[in-house]
């Protein structure tokens, strides 16, 4: 056993083990944290990968939220296998319908136009009193159910966090990393080279679009059930900005540089409110240091290296294969 695979062994013992030795805050905190990594990591799909500054990420993150929330609280229903498939299937329609008018603009265009159609989420679910509750949210919002478990303790929700957050992580990894990953960075680095090549540029970024955005619709289901409610700022701009400086920090050049940053950010958060109450100027703080000291982020620098070493050893393989191959012939 190599030495990754005793740390991957470890990691995984660790999560498990975690919510017997941890208290209710702790768990509390975990599946806020494990909730907004994979919010994180979907916004990357997007900007790291897709190389599509979106400053709308908010808008699928709240739509399942409330998708869950007003299930729970209008329609009764509060069954995992029904509210979350809900929740990204609305998610999935709506970033349809918004991507058809934003992956074939420019990469301004693309930022105004997400931030516009974020901010309609956002009024509709604040000025929609009648269904949403308006500038007070849904609250109240009982635990889900998976079956005939009801998952009203902190460490049933921690699990259920974790298998979704593992799972959604496992299928971005599989998806980056397949011939679609491929194509994705292929239209992110020259999209007018890729469409003379055959890649249709505006079906990549759409398919990617409405991926994103279902995966952070998976992500609002797990932080509303969390917080036992579903409230406006979930789908505000600021949300948005938040997950784009997670993803920042931690490096979007990395698969797991966004994961760090939203553990980060979770976790500093309330520890430096309890010492300064100007936590956004801290934050700024810290991602501008970011940008000028590291700007690859905290793993993208790293991840960057380990790529170019790859290809320095693919290099010499295909160095010698080829001397192999002139000295046969």
Avoid: C, K
């Amino acid at each position: 056993m190599g030495r990754r695979e005793g740390l991957r062994i470890l990691g995984a013992v660790a999560a498990l083990l975690f919510p017997w030795v941890a208290g209710d805050y702790a768990r509390f905190l975990a599946v806020e944290v494990l909730a907004l990594a994979l919010f994180a990591v979907s916004y990357n799909l997007l900007l790291g990968y897709g190389g599509m500054l979106s400053l709308g990420h908010a808008a699928p993150f709240g739509i399942g939220a409330y998708t869950v929330a007003l299930l729970a609280l209008r329609g009764g229903q509060s069954s995992v296998l029904v509210a979350l498939p809900a929740a990204v299937a609305a998610a999935m329609l709506a970033a349809l319908l918004t991507g058809l008018f934003v992956v074939r603009s420019s990469q301004v265009f693309f930022t105004m136009l997400t931030l516009a159609f974020a901010q309609m989420f956002y009024a509709l679910a604040s000025r929609w009193y009648a269904v949403t509750g308006g500038d007070t949210g849904l609250p109240g919002l009982p635990p889900p159910s998976l079956g005939p478990w009801t998952l009203s303790s902190g460490t049933a929700l921690y699990y259920l966090a974790l298998l979704l957050a593992g799972g959604g992580l496992w299928a971005l990894w599989r998806l980056v990393r397949s011939p679609f990953g491929l194509t994705l960075r292929a239209t992110r680095e020259n999209p007018r080279r890729s469409a003379f090549l055959g890649v249709r540029v505006a079906r990549v970024r759409l398919a990617t679009y409405v991926v994103a955005w279902g995966w952070a619709a998976v992500a609002g289901a797990l932080w509303a059930w969390n917080q036992r409610a579903a409230f406006p700022d979930t789908l505000y701009w600021s949300r948005s900005a938040e997950v784009m400086a997670m993803t920042i920090l931690g490096g979007q050049g990395s698969f797991f540089g966004p994961v760090l940053g939203a553990a980060l950010i979770t976790v500093l958060e309330p520890l430096l409110n309890r010492l300064w109450e100007y936590w956004s100027l801290s934050l700024g703080l810290v991602v501008i240091l970011v940008v000028f000291l590291l700007p690859q982020g905290l793993l993208g620098g790293r991840a960057e290296r380990r790529r170019g070493r790859l290809g320095d050893v693919r290099g010499e393989g295909a160095g010698q294969r080829a001397g192999s191959g002139a000295r046969s012939a």
